[in-house]
């Protein structure tokens, strides 16, 4: 069984930065995307950004130019840096593994993201 450990959530004021991390709990062999998700209260949860194993990425058009994502395969982390945080950037940030080896389709636990003054 694949856990997947987020950190680096928190409150950050406008304009300001937060980096999201997300860290398999033992080793993924095989992966075919790891990507970034939220869900804001009320709103349906949706797709920030996604990279895939050919190091491929895909960002929603609202994070383009602010948000990254990127990936350390020797220790099955990916990470989110976000810059220029908005208000609307407020959610429960989700981490997921599209893993082929072991099979599986895993999430984290969530981590809370607030914007505000």
């Known amino acids: 069984q694949v856990q997947l450990v987020e950190s680096g959530g928190g409150l950050v004021q406008p304009g300001g930065s937060l980096r999201l991390s997300c860290a398999a709990s033992?080793?993924?062999?095989?992966?075919?995307?790891m990507g970034w998700y939220r869900q804001a209260p009320g709103k349906q949860r949706e797709s920030v950004a996604i990279?895939?194993?050919?190091?491929?990425?895909n960002y929603a058009d609202s994070v383009k130019g602010r948000f990254t994502i990127s990936r350390d395969n020797a220790k099955n982390t990916v990470y989110l840096q976000m810059n220029s945080l908005e208000p609307e950037g407020t959610a429960v940030y989700y981490c997921?593994?599209?893993?082929?080896?072991?099979?599986?389709?895993?999430w984290g636990q969530g981590t809370q993201v607030t914007v505000s003054a």
């Open positions: 997921n593994i599209q893993a082929i080896l072991p099979a599986g389709d895993y």
């Open positions: 033992r080793s993924i062999f095989s992966i075919y995307a």
């Open positions: 990279i895939t194993h050919s190091g491929g990425t």
